[in-house]
């Protein structure tokens, strides 16, 4: 089988989170040299294939089969791959089978390898990711088989195939901040605490404020606002007290604590209270790195560019790997078309993304 054509039998599998639809047995059967490890919980499955060629190091390719629910607008069956003018259609053609077919095939041709090659896939990517690679990679610190690198295929490029790879991501806070007040008749204002009177005045210091100033690889910290709500949706009666929460995508210069002390700086004497919780946290990985400087060079060979380092962008299943100190990259096709309809994705960057995958296996 051919790239495309395994890339093509990945789409066909209606793999909605958390259900694998079976895609994860035919990876195990195609890869079938290769030893499996299986951690499933909760209704999601988790496959785990390595072989080990040599004493050197580990090095992970890490994915996911499952893929958002189609929704409406396609113009062909999202789950039947149409090619059409050099692209192939589906849900999931750039999020992100075109990933795991390029490296399950490469895995497969990869003859001479020094130490260990793993694959890790997961069907609980666009969930909750509670019980996906998160999970596997607790069991896999269990029996000490974490990887040193990892290379995870999510689309990174911006303009062309081969323009960006991403080093790190940033984290992301949440919070919630619940001013009390003192209700009121609007027209005795003196005798209420009006929370939005209050909270007001500090809106122009912290709405959309850069809480450091990013760097070389990340941009700036930024404080944002997503929502604010108060009252009874009346005009005659001001509110008890009032809700706002904010969203940080933070570097590696801004920490929760920062966070803490920036809001308690304006809310200070205001009677509130604060909930944070980090749902990712920023990692980024060396440039000069053994996997960084590989992938760099597998890229130059095959497309003759050479990748801008990226930090930007959401989040996704490396910030799980990073946190055990795995030296972890993305790289994969073009990212323009992911989670809407019509998702699709062009042949010869799936097959260039196969060759990049198999020029890293060669030279690690």
């Not at 080990?52 to 996911?64: D, P, T, V």
Request: proline share 5%.
């Amino acid at each position: 089988m051919e790239v495309l054509d395994l890339f093509k039998e990945l789409l066909s599998f209606p793999s909605v989170t958390p259900d694998d639809a079976g895609s994860l047995d035919f990876i195990r059967e195609y890869l079938s040299d290769y030893q499996a490890l299986w951690f499933n919980k909760n209704g999601v499955k988790n496959l785990f294939l390595y072989k080990k060629f040599g004493n050197g190091e580990h090095l992970c390719f890490a994915g996911h089969v499952d893929v958002v629910p189609p929704g409406d607008g396609w113009h062909s069956d999202p789950f039947e791959p149409l090619e059409k003018d050099g692209f192939i259609y589906a849900r999931g053609a750039q999020d992100m089978k075109s990933g795991v077919a390029a490296f399950v095939q490469a895995a497969k041709e990869v003859q001479n390898f020094t130490g260990t090659l793993s694959l890790l896939l997961t069907s609980d990517e666009e969930g909750e990711a509670k019980w996906g690679t998160k999970y596997a990679l607790e069991e896999l610190k269990r029996i000490d088989m974490i990887p040193d690198y990892a290379v995870v295929a999510e689309p990174t490029c911006e303009d062309r195939f081969g323009d960006a790879i991403k080093i790190g991501r940033r984290g992301s806070i949440n919070g919630v901040i619940e001013k009390i007040g003192k209700q009121g008749h609007a027209a005795y204002p003196e005798k209420a605490i009006n929370p939005i009177h209050k909270v007001a005045q500090v809106l122009p210091h912290m709405a959309g404020v850069d809480l450091d100033e990013g760097d070389e690889y990340f941009a700036p910290s930024k404080f944002v606002i997503t929502d604010i709500r108060a009252g009874m949706e009346v005009t005659n009666v001001t509110p008890g007290k009032l809700k706002m929460m904010f969203n940080v995508r933070n570097n590696t210069h801004t920490t929760m604590e920062d966070i803490e002390r920036f809001v308690h700086r304006y809310f200070d004497g205001m009677n509130y209270s604060l909930k944070l919780s980090q749902s990712a946290k920023p990692f980024m990985t060396d440039p000069n790195s053994k996997i960084v400087r590989l992938i760099d060079q597998a890229i130059q060979k095959i497309v003759g560019i050479t990748p801008k380092h990226s930090t930007a962008g959401g989040t996704s299943d490396a910030r799980f790997l990073a946190e055990y100190g795995v030296k972890t990259i993305e790289f994969g096709v073009k990212n323009d078309t992911i989670h809407a309809p019509n998702e699709r994705t062009a042949k010869d960057e799936v097959v260039k993304l196969y060759e990049v995958f198999k020029e890293v296996m060669k030279e690690f």
